[in-house]
Nanobody, 122 residues
Framework: QVQLVESGGGLVQPGGSLRLSCAASGFTLAYYAIGWFRQAPGKEREGVSCISSSGGSTYYADSVKGRFTISRDNTKNTVYLQMNSLEPEDTAVYHC???????????????GGQGTQVTVSS
């Protein structure tokens, strides 16, 4: 079955950290740029980060730059999003997806997962 599955979300206090994982099955993740985007209630979808297929190029939204780090392990068919210094404004459902644009400013999301909830609250 071709799918992406996100995991690692949860409840964390402001200033805390989480590491999200995006695991692929049924296809080779290494062929694709992968993006993370988030969706919060009442807000527009926001592209958070993207990593090229080789891992040599990365992109971050200004809102997370310096706090989030995207990486990938193609041997494990997995992409990660390390989130540090979390803020209440980071609360959202986080999704990973193939980015058919190759991490350009206007992503073209393809196959995506169901998402994982991140809640930042004291």
């Amino acid at each position: 079955q071709v799918q992406l599955v996100e995991s690692g979300g949860g409840l964390v206090q402001p200033g805390g950290s989480l590491r999200l994982s995006c695991a692929a099955s049924g296809f080779t993740l290494a062929y694709y740029a992968i993006g993370w985007f988030r969706q919060a209630p009442g807000k527009e979808r926001e592209g958070v980060s993207c990593i090229s297929s080789s891992g040599g190029s990365t992109y971050y939204a200004d809102s997370v730059k310096g706090r989030f780090t995207i990486s990938r392990d193609n041997t494990k068919n997995t992409v990660y999003l390390q989130m540090n210094s979390l803020e209440p404004e980071d609360t959202a459902v986080y999704h990973c997806a193939t980015d058919l644009s190759g991490c350009r400013p206007r992503p073209e999301y393809g196959l995506g997962g169901q998402g994982t909830q991140v809640t930042v609250s004291s």
